[in-house]
């Protein structure tokens, strides 16, 4: 593994970039508080996928134009249920829309991470659901992956969420499978627990990251 070196004044300071990901209701956003928490910076790219659709940008203009007006709520903002039910259904639809929308996320995304180093940051953690399906396992230092069974995260979206069982299930069956998250994991973190246990982990994690020598 490598850790980027930034160069501050006449010292050069290691940045340790780290991709997070897991299953939908796997834990992941327990451990992405608990690491901005500990003093990550933590790049969120489902705000950042927010972001670049906002009313009147050129990634709503790009995903009305290929989905049509049918995706818009009538004060003109993306209707992310209306686009999730026709995505979720249809895997080419689905890889249209991150045809569109994911170099503009890689985009802001990068300028988030140079703004995190700026302001003196040396653990930059990009949170990606679609980490492994985008292929961009390769680009970090170490990835990290939250991961539960498939039936608990189901129950999780159903009774936590309020997602029908049909609908649970497309959203699972969009992401990568398990045995392909792992592949790509350098560290497994177990989200079968509780909310402590999953803290606890990150915990041990943190600790490590910030005694070991960089590889």
Not at 14 to 39: D, N
Not at 96 to 118: Q, T
């Amino acid at each position: 593994m490598t850790v980027d070196e930034e160069l501050t004044g006449d010292r050069a300071r290691t940045v340790r970039r780290i991709g997070l990901t897991g299953g939908i209701a796997a834990g992941k956003s327990v451990v992405a508080a608990r690491l901005a928490w500990l003093g990550a910076a933590v790049v969120d790219h489902d705000v950042l996928a927010r972001q670049v659709v906002a009313p009147g940008s050129p990634g709503l203009a790009a995903v009305v134009a290929a989905f049509g007006g049918g995706v818009l709520t009538a004060a003109g903002e993306l209707d992310r249920p209306a686009l999730g039910r026709v995505v979720f259904a249809d895997p080419t639809a689905r890889e249209r829309l991150n045809g569109l929308v994911h170099p503009l996320i890689r985009a802001a995304a990068h300028a988030a991470e140079a703004a995190a180093v700026a302001a003196g940051y040396d653990v930059v953690v990009h949170d990606i659901p679609l980490l492994v399906e985008t292929g961009q396992a390769g680009r970090f230092d170490e990835v990290v992956v939250v991961d539960a069974p498939a039936q608990l995260r189901l129950r999780r979206l159903v009774e936590g969420r309020g997602l029908d069982a049909e609908e649970a299930w497309a959203r699972l069956a969009a992401q990568a499978d398990d045995e392909a998250r792992i592949e790509a994991a350098d560290v497994v973190l177990d989200g079968a627990g509780s909310v402590m246990d999953l803290q606890a982990q990150v915990d041990r994690l943190w600790e490590r990251w910030r005694t070991a020598a960089p590889a």
